[in-house]
């Protein structure tokens, strides 16, 4: 299983620099709530975001822990997400703290909205929660995802 997890790592590794870089593309001086562009450029963002971490969710999903998985079916998104803020002892720890399960899950919502609206009008006041909450994420995430990464790292040298 050591190379399943060093790639894993790697993996991750790439996907938190992905995710710096959406952060420093939602913090353009021009992106203003204002202008509807605009919105629909901090709403792409805001999917990007939330799609590049249940990436990462999806990858350690996949990990041949017993009881790790989540089967493919309706609520799944939901159901990933939930998993991941679980201690699962004698298995693995939890990936996400509960405050980051609570950002992560309002981007879940708002990216199940933007992705299936094919006539949306992005409303400035809850695009501007929903980017909030982002920014509140951007605080917690890297402790989360350190702490398991060095799970991950002990688990390879195991």
């Known amino acids: 299983m050591k190379p399943e997890i060093q790639t894993l790592r790697a993996e991750i590794a790439a996907d938190l620099d992905a995710i710096a870089e959406i952060y420093a593309a939602l913090e353009h001086p021009n992106l203003e709530l204002a202008d509807e562009d605009q919105r629909i450029v901090v709403a792409y963002h805001l999917h990007n975001l939330y799609n590049t971490f249940e990436s990462i969710f999806q990858r350690i999903a996949r990990l041949p822990i017993r009881g790790n998985r989540v089967d493919d079916q309706a609520g799944w998104h939901a159901d990933l997400l939930a998993r991941m803020r679980l201690d699962v002892e004698g298995l693995r720890p939890r990936v996400i703290s509960n405050a980051t399960y609570d950002c992560l899950d309002e981007l879940r919502r708002f990216r199940h909205l933007f992705r299936s609206g094919y006539r949306l009008h992005l409303d400035p ?17 890297r402790a989360d995802l350190e702490r398991f990464m060095a799970f991950l790292a002990e688990l390879a040298q195991a």
């Open 125 to 141: 006041e809850r695009l501007a929660v929903v980017r909030n909450k982002a920014r509140r994420l951007e605080g917690l995430y």
